[in-house]
Nanobody, 120 residues
Framework: QVHLVESGGGLVQPGGSLKLSCAAS????????MGWFRQAPEKQRELVAT???????NYADSVKGRFTISRDSAKNTVFLQMNSLGPEDTAVYYC??????????????WGEGTQVTVSS
């Protein structure tokens, strides 16, 4: 139904930046909201940021002012620009997309995750 491929993770020093990308493909009528969650070791998955089809954004308090989410609707791609990274941002980052399928029902697809490690 929807296939998501993330890229851009890696190792970065504290204070550094990374940009994650996630491209969606598959058989669906439209993509509604897209966004990112993350899961650190031994912690629950948490919301990082979301963006609606209209461009409205929402951020976790812990990343406000440091992370910026954006999307290229023509390419079904969502981005997460992460600045001023700290060790607390170390996690596996998962992309998701809420889509409307051809039959009219909705479905949420998830990527496999990309590792972000912030360490000196």
């Amino acid at each position: 139904q929807v296939h998501l491929v993330e890229s851009g993770g890696g190792l970065v020093q504290p204070g550094g930046s990374l940009k994650l990308s996630c491209a969606a493909s598959g058989c669906f009528w439209s993509i509604n909201d897209m966004g990112w969650f993350r899961q650190a070791p031994e912690k629950q998955r948490e919301l990082v940021a979301t963006v609606t089809s209209g461009g409205n954004t929402n951020y976790a308090d812990s990343v406000k002012g440091r992370f910026t989410i954006s999307r290229d609707s023509a390419k079904n791609t969502v981005f997460l620009q992460m600045n001023s990274l700290g060790p607390e941002d170390t996690a596996v980052y998962y992309c998701y997309a809420g889509v409307t399928l051809l039959g009219g029902s909705t479905y949420t697809g998830w990527g496999e995750g990309t590792q972000v490690t912030v360490s000196s």
